[in-house]
């Protein structure tokens, strides 16, 4: 297998030489421009967009700003059910109640992990249930888009394919609409891709700096030992079993590449199946031999993992949370996750089973929106002249999800890259990281629901938006290859997540009270768990 990668590939001067056209005077501007400005440019422009796609933020599953709160109060437990007050909770959907005494308060327990409730705790302490969680997510989905542009820009020098790719990522794919959204299950994506991003690009870093290393002929990833040791640490170690093992080990530990596993396993604080892209970190990144990368991330992630596994210990009494198979119980074929009753399987196939894989495929790659709807709010849609004349949509979104390739067509990138540039340590890395997330998340019993798109997809995004960078930075080498695939590509992609993001902005709405209070739209998704609206999970 080859040992380069794909940072700073390809040269700025396999490009296409100028013209008088916008592309080229697009990429003139580019290449003179601070890529730090280039970043902020990129998080003002997506915070403007994302705050105000949905400025009115109606959705009202906030679990983690009640999990903040009984942080703050020395509790694990949320108080459940709240029926009372400005701030109630009694429509949660996710929530294992705990017994409790009658006249005495009453918790429940959430299956989610716990950081983003962390990031919240501050927020909470300063305003407390008032706290705004969906405009939250939609500030750090802004701050996702210049990392992905942070990101692009290390996997290729041209910065026109590095400007394209991040534009693909903050409104060509569905974390648009996860932002915006950015009720509890979305919120959580965004937070977990923010440290997967982080994590990626700080392997890519320790790469670049291990080449670097090597084209200086400046030694291994850890260090040599150019200076005069001393003689009494020598004789110690000599003497002690354990010095002589530690001073190996970390020998073996490249620093940054420790950080990048640190920080991705951090990620899985937030999305526990995000865990399964280590294989990147196999390949990618500082260290110099598999063995060091692996090592070195492992213990990193290692870390991390290992928090979680303590926090559901002490909430639960297990290593694993149980509140996943009650919940499991208790909604399977209860809420309307699937289509028909043939995608959700057997109960006893429990929650996680590749049995659901091929059922679940049908929705992460083949399933289309619903075409000329005539269920609720869309009842009059039913006479068909209606459609005709423009009075009802020709389609709108399935609530179950939509083909990946369907709501973000630049993925089609992917293949042409895996079957041109497998050999590649990055593009190995990626592809093993996006398989193996993506069928964990194909055994779930339910892939997401009410969403739009495949929301799963972005538990490996960071993943694929390495994969599209790469193959867009190769059309960058011909600049009709640029113009006339990737451009319309990432176009199209766009377009698409607008029509998603608008529709699911409109059906939220329509199926909420127009009362601003909280208790108030509580009460119809109380009596209709399973409405249309978009905005609910």
């Not at 909430?315 to 959700?344: D, I």
Request: hydrophobic letters at 50%; one cysteine or more; aromatic letters at 14%.
């Amino acid at each position: 297998m080859q040992r380069s990668i794909a940072t700073g590939y390809p040269v700025a001067g396999h490009e296409s030489a100028g013209g008088n056209d916008v592309m080229s005077r697009l990429r003139t501007t580019l290449e003179r421009a601070d890529p730090a400005y280039i970043g902020l440019f990129f998080v003002i422009v997506a915070l403007g967009i994302y705050v105000f796609s949905d400025p009115a933020r109606t959705g009202w599953y906030n679990h983690f700003v009640w999990q903040a709160d009984a942080f703050i109060h020395g509790r694990i437990g949320i108080a459940y059910p709240v029926s009372t007050g400005p701030y109630v909770n009694n429509y949660f959907q996710d929530i294992m109640p705990l017994p409790s005494a009658p006249g005495e308060p009453s918790y429940g327990l959430l299956p989610f992990p716990p950081l983003p409730a962390v990031l919240l705790m501050p927020f909470v302490a300063v305003f407390g249930m008032a706290t705004d969680a969906q405009l939250f997510g939609a500030v750090l989905g802004a701050i996702n888009v210049g990392l992905a542009w942070r990101l692009t820009t290390r996997l290729t020098e041209s910065r026109a394919a590095a400007f394209l790719a991040t534009l693909f990522f903050a409104f060509g794919t569905v974390h648009w609409y996860a932002a915006i959204i950015s009720t509890t299950w979305f919120l959580a994506h965004v937070v977990a891709v923010t440290f997967l991003m982080l994590g990626v690009t700080l392997a890519l870093d320790a790469e670049r700096r291990e080449q670097l290393r090597r084209v200086m002929r400046l030694g291994p990833a850890g260090g040599s030992d150019h200076g005069l040791r001393n003689p009494l640490a020598e004789t110690f170690e000599e003497k002690s079993l354990f010095v002589s093992w530690g001073r190996r080990l970390f020998g073996q530990i490249d620093l940054m590449q420790f950080m990048a596993g640190f920080v991705f396993g951090l990620a899985a604080l937030s999305r526990l199946t995000i865990i399964f892209g280590a294989p990147f970190f196999l390949f990618v990144g500082g260290g110099g031999s598999y063995f060091k990368r692996a090592l070195s991330a492992g213990i990193g992630a290692a870390i991390p993992v290992a928090m979680i596994g303590l926090y559901n210990y002490l909430s639960t009494g297990h290593l694993f949370n149980p509140v996943y198979e009650f919940l499991f119980q208790q909604q399977f074929h209860g809420l309307g996750y699937a289509p028909s009753e043939e995608f959700y399987g057997q109960r006893e196939w429990g929650p996680e089973n590749p049995l659901y894989i091929p059922l679940n495929a049908v929705i992460m790659f083949l399933w289309p929106p619903d075409i000329a709807p005539t269920y609720p709010p869309f009842d009059q849609c039913a006479n068909v002249a209606r459609t005709v004349l423009g009075a009802c949509p020709l389609a709108v979104p399935s609530k179950f999800g939509m083909s990946i390739f369907l709501t973000s067509p630049a993925f089609l990138l992917i293949p042409f890259v895996a079957a041109l540039a497998w050999r590649q340590r990055v593009v190995m890395g990626a592809l093993l990281a996006i398989v193996a997330i993506g069928l964990v998340n194909l055994g779930h019993f339910s892939q997401g629901w009410v969403q739009f798109g495949y929301r799963f997809s972005l538990d490996f995004a960071p993943f694929a938006l390495v994969l599209v960078t790469i193959g867009i930075a190769w059309l960058a080498r011909s600049r009709r290859g640029f113009a006339w695939v990737a451009v319309p590509l990432v176009v199209l992609s766009i377009l698409v997540n607008a029509w998603g993001v608008y529709w699911g902005v409109k059906l939220g709405s329509n199926v909420t009270n127009t009362s601003t209070s909280l208790s108030a739209r509580a009460v119809p998704l109380a009596r209709e768990p399973n409405n249309s609206s978009l905005a609910t999970r």
